[in-house]
């Protein structure tokens, strides 16, 4: 998380960074400056026309999308803009899947933290050789297509699948999940787990062991040093890995299409649809609005509220 | 800092003026060049159905004209259409629906075919020429023709089961069968609409708000005990038993049906429901569009398209292919439907305005 690195802007004024007294050589230090600004820009300048080619400008053409009009045809047209879109926000069935995306969200990003916690716990305190072994265990999965891993899990999860049989042989009844919100669920554990494994190990790995020990000695339970000790120190682990994890899944299209049987909407499908299916341009793009608005302001609140840890 | 200021309004002017650029580009009128017949020019992108077209088909076109063929799918005209009204997608040829054809020659968005072109065109049966949805067949010309029913795993439900829409749509049929979380429905507003519509016996093509609103209600009340909304693995999700009966279309049923292990059966039901021709068209802004003709006559050459239809099990509209099509295929009543089968369907017609209702319909009613 690149947040706290020294920033400047241009014009924020006479450097003072380096600390010297610019009484002195005021013209030479400020030309200096200038100077490494400019090589500072021109080494950043691929970046920055990709990120404006590729997403500044491509994000304002959702954003006009999101008042422009939508033909009979389905078209969407950049003329007599309006608000219809946002009206539409209101309804019953944006509002319902809003919802239903968010408590998914949140139910994954709490799967994968307790599941990922006592793993990155685990690994961080191995041997440096038995921890990244295991930390390439990890990424792994990502070395196959996030889109046939979940085609995979719908082999697994069907009918005669290996998951549904060990559930039936096991007794839980009807182990049938395959396009149900449980099979969504699972598919976003499984996509984003990974996710939430790396920052927490980071942050753990990072903690110094004499604090805990420090801990002990004053008497604290093992229980009670984890609790004022390694949880506030792996904060920042638990705010990256739960943003990771929580904005691609309030936002999931593929799980939900595969796994769910693309009903139900979450919010991603519902957007897809929009644009896809049901041709209407401008829902679709003030949907999307709509929701980057809500994750940008809730990301910068949760970075507000952990930032005094990070 | 005044110079850096300076740099990035340039940077981003360039941005913007270059996208202005390719977006005025694509606007461009494209003059319908001129093909002979035969000629390319340049490689050919092929936008079509998805498990529609015989791969062996497309290597022998690339072999012959030494050209490459990049194909693309989708899995309704819906989807198409939002695709490619975008302008500048790069594709030559699409192959859309009736319906969809009458939406697109009004846009103005599919080039009037150059026949002498494509000499083949002789072969097309007159019944597919001059269809309603493109008079004088200006636009297109047919690719595949067939229908739109269910199918069914007979060895689940027993061999008699009514021949019913209600068998996706009803809550007793569903529980008499147990059907509860084993059917699919296609993911495409005009034909999943229009069977709740026809189940209700209206017309599918019915433009009253209040029958629309009824058969929204149909599909709103079936959804919770609907396993998926699949236009493209309705077929395989039966075989694989993963559902019991699937909403979908003739050929696609018949072919995954020869994997299965179990008795299946494909139905039009007895309300009546979707006859379609697909249509191959150039679109206005395709790149290539002399390969795109020369493409359009080789799939209408006699034996080709003979050789499609003994693939992919849909009926040919292409008279001179008749004779070379496998008799079985011929013979069979799925494929070709009897006459007493054929009046009770319907084509899917474009409803004008009414057709952005469809599509919000079935948005609405899958919750």
Known sequence: ?310 | MKAMKKWMRLVALLAVLGVVAASCGSDEESAGADCEAGETDGDLAFFNWSEYMDPDLITAFQDEFGVTVTEDFYPSNEEMFAKVSAGGTGYDVIVPSDYMISILVSEGMILELQKDAIPNHVNVSDKFNDPPFDPGSVHTLAYQWGTTGIGVDLGVTGPDVPLTWGLLFDADLAEEYGLSGRISLLDDPRETVGAALKYLGYSLNSTSADELAEAEAVIADAVSRVAAFDSDQYSELVVAGETIVGHGYSGNFLWDFEEGESEYTYFVPDEGGTKWVDGMAILVDAPHPCTAHAFINFLLDAENGAQLTNYNWYASPNAASEQYIDQEVLDNQIIYPSQATMDRLEFIEDTGDFEIEYTDALTRARG
Do not use: H
Request: glycine content about 10%; aromatic content about 12%.
């Open chain 1, 1 to 310: 998380m690149a947040v706290d690195a020294p920033t400047r802007s241009p014009g924020d004024g006479p450097p003072v960074l380096e600390g010297t007294s610019e009484v002195a050589t005021p013209g030479l230090e400020r030309e200096a400056e200038r100077a490494k600004a400019r090589q500072g820009f021109l080494l950043g300048l691929p970046t920055i026309v990709y990120l404006l080619l590729f997403f500044v400008i491509p994000l304002g053409f959702v954003v006009a999308y999101s008042f422009a009009t939508r033909t009979r045809s389905g078209r969407t047209e950049l003329r007599d803009f309006n608000l219809d879109a946002y009206a539409r926000l209101g309804d019953d069935i944006v509002m319902t899947v809003a919802w239903r995306s968010l408590w998914m969200a949140v139910v994954a990003t709490l799967i994968c933290l307790v599941l990922a916690y006592p793993l990155a716990y685990y690994i961080s305190t191995r041997s440096p050789m038995v921890r990244n072994l295991m930390l390439v265990g990890v990424m792994i999965p990502f070395w196959s297509n996030f889109l046939i891993r979940t085609y995979a899990w719908r082999v697994l999860l069907d009918s005669d699948g290996l998951v549904t049989q060990a559930f039936e042989f096991i007794g839980l009844g009807d182990g049938r999940i395959l396009f149900t919100s449980n099979a969504v669920i699972l598919g976003l554990v499984y996509g984003y787990l990974p996710f939430m494994v790396l920052p927490l190990y980071a942050a753990i790995e990072r903690i110094d062991w004499s604090l805990v020990e420090g801990a002990r000695d004053l008497y604290a339970s093992g229980w009670s040093a984890f609790r004022r000790v390694v949880w506030p120190l792996s904060r920042p682990g638990v705010i990256a890995g739960s943003i990771l994890v929580f904005v691609p899944s309030f936002g999931a299209y593929v799980t939900p299409a595969i796994l769910g049987g693309n009903k139900e909407g979450l919010l991603g499908s519902y957007i897809v649809l929009q644009f896809l299916s049901a041709r209407n341009g401008p829902v679709g793009s003030a949907v999307s609005v709509v929701v980057l608005a809500v994750m940008l302001v809730a990301t910068l609140v949760y970075f507000r509220s952990g930032g005094k840890n990070l």
